[in-house]
């Protein structure tokens, strides 16, 4: 991955996969944190209640360095792992693929899982695209009403993200700058009149 940049998804997608009587349906989600994962992983339980297995993986955080498996009860190393292999292959991160599997009577072996598993989520990856986006750094910021035109032209010039915004006589703004333009948007933003920046502690994944 680029120092500055990282690969994920913006968009759920769903693909299905059979051999031999056994469905395997795979479900991509975009997600940031360990609460995003659980929320998805129920409602895919809730959906599919009947279900042999709810296998899955997961890789977040902008350098993919948080990670989980899981085979779900199936024969350990071929569910969860395979389906990471195809996150990883892609080179993505902040990315849930959950493989929900109904059996069909027929036992598929280790090697015919791994392949199931490795098919399904690499078919439900292939229909969304992935897109790369800036890391970026988090902060706040606190200013006079008469300076609003000059930080949104600030804000704009270097591509920043508004993640939440009060505009009233004082205003609040909380936006994230990318980190390979962080020190000329910072220098740029000091310079307007009666500005406060605080960043903010970045919460782990």
Known sequence: METH??????????????DRGSRFLAFAF???????????????RKEHPKASHHCFAYRLGTEGLLFRVSDAGEPSGTAGKPILGQIDR??????????VR??????????????AY??????????????????????ELQFDYTTLNQVLQTVRQYRCSIQ????????????????????????????????????RLKEGV
């Open 5 to 18: 940049s990282y690969l994920t998804i913006e968009r759920n997608a769903e693909a299905e996969f059979k």
């Open 30 to 44: 975009p997600v940031s944190t360990p609460e995003a994962v659980k929320e998805r992983l129920q409602s895919v």
């Open 90 to 99: 892609r080179g993505l991160t902040d990315v849930l693929v959950t493989v």
């Open 102 to 115: 109904y059996f069909g009577g027929t036992l598929l072996g280790v090697p015919g899982l791994i392949q």
């Open 118 to 139: 490795r098919s399904a989520a690499a078919l439900a990856l292939q229909l969304t695209p992935a897109v790369r986006k800036q890391i970026e750094e988090t902060c």
């Open 164 to 199: 939440q915004q009060e505009l009233q006589l004082f205003c609040s703004l909380r936006i994230g700058i990318p980190v390979n333009k962080l020190q000329d948007c910072l220098k740029d933003l000091k310079g307007i009149p009666n500005l406060e920046i605080a960043f």
